[in-house]
Nanobody, 126 residues
């Protein structure tokens, strides 16, 4: 079992920055690759970013590449998402997810993840 708890969401103006954090407990954190997804009102949950077990491999959605950065700290059992140059279209509930499957070309797929956090709301105002 893995428990994931997100924090850091809130209200920010367009052009601003926000950092989300995800704290993991239970099964060994370093054995999983991690991802961030988001779901806007009335929309499907979509991939944002992923990071491999070692932290050396990353994957980003085209819509956030160059603006968002994913980090992990295996000693602290945390994964963070630094969000810069925020836009109103970034408004969504953001979810942290963990996978004990094989890292590869499908880290953007929801089916690759075994555990999910409860989500944290990010609202970007115009």
């Amino acid at each position: 079992q893995v428990q994931l708890v997100e924090s850091g969401g809130g209200l920010v103006q367009a052009g601003g920055s926000l950092k989300l954090s995800c704290a993991a407990s239970g099964r060994t954190f370093s054995s999983s690759f991690m991802g961030w997804f988001r779901q806007a009102a009335g929309k499907e949950r979509e991939f944002v970013a992923a990071i491999s077990r070692s932290g050396t491999g990353t994957n980003y959605a085209a819509s956030v590449k160059g603006r968002f950065t994913i980090f992990r700290d295996n000693a602290k059992n945390t994964v963070d998402l630094q969000m810069n140059s925020l836009k109103p279209e970034d408004t969504a509930v953001y979810y942290c997810a963990a996978s004990f499957q094989t890292w590869g070309s499908h880290s953007n797929s929801r089916s690759q993840y075994d555990y999910w956090g409860q989500g944290t709301q990010v609202t970007v105002s115009s």
